[in-house]
């Protein structure tokens, strides 16, 4: 199993710019999440997803967008890129379940946007 | 609201003890605990679960005292490989948003 993996590892935008960040995981699992982690903020939660075609916001969604199409995928979109989503980018999956579970996260995506 | 996290950093000997807290002001129902070493992806130590059950790390073991909404954890006899950055994420009770919510995180340092 691969677990959770991002494509791409790096990249570098100009402002206004878009692009699409790809969350892929090999563990059937329903839930999925995009953090961002800033340097002293630790990680903050953009958007999730409890299912195939369901999405929801979490702590700072604004200027992004996420699609789950497929139960394997979770895309986070940024349609005009600024240089304050400058970040590293974390994908997140858990099992369904009333019980929490621990989260597995991918390796991360570092975005830098000038 | 972010759950605080303290000390924000310590510098510890190889074999010496380290406690690192989580404080809430919101009601929790389960505090999750992750290591993470710079330029890698948290990885999963521990739950807490209002009530009392815990999944557990070998040598590394918490407390949740769910009165206080605080977590604590503890790491004994630390080795080299203790070194990163310690994050509680935390589950509200009351429902709200799925997902946790981290802490700014503790940096723990293991000299030789």
């Known amino acids: 199993n691969a677990g959770v993996t991002q494509t791409p590892k790096f990249r570098v935008l100009k402002t206004g710019q878009s692009m699409t960040l790809l969350c892929a995981q090999d563990m059937n699992h329903e839930y999925m999440y995009w953090y961002r982690q800033d340097p002293g903020m630790g990680l903050r939660l953009i958007h999730y997803s409890v299912g195939e075609g369901t999405t929801a916001k979490g702590e700072v969604p604004d200027g992004y967008n996420v699609s789950r199409l497929k139960k394997q995928n979770f895309l986070l979109g940024l349609e005009s890129a600024a240089p304050s989503q400058t970040s590293v980018y974390f994908c997140a999956s858990r099992l369904a379940s009333s019980r929490p579970y621990e989260q597995y996260f991918g390796p991360g995506t570092r975005l830098t946007v000038t | ?112």
């Open chain 2, 1 to 112: 609201q972010q759950p605080v996290q303290s000390p924000q950093a310590v510098i510890l000997r190889e074999g010496e003890d380290a406690v690192i807290n989580c404080s809430s002001s919101k009601a929790l129902y389960s505090v999750h605990w992750y290591r993470q070493k710079h330029g890698e992806a948290p990885v999963f130590l521990m739950i807490l679960l209002k009530g009392g059950e815990q999944k557990g790390h070998e040598k590394i073991s918490a407390s949740f005292n769910e009165k206080k909404q605080q977590s604590s954890l503890y790491l004994t006899a630390s080795q080299l490989s203790y070194s990163g950055t310690y994050f509680c994420g935390t589950v509200y009770s009351g429902g709200g948003a799925d997902g946790l919510t981290f802490g700014k995180g503790t940096h723990l340092i293991i000299q030789p």
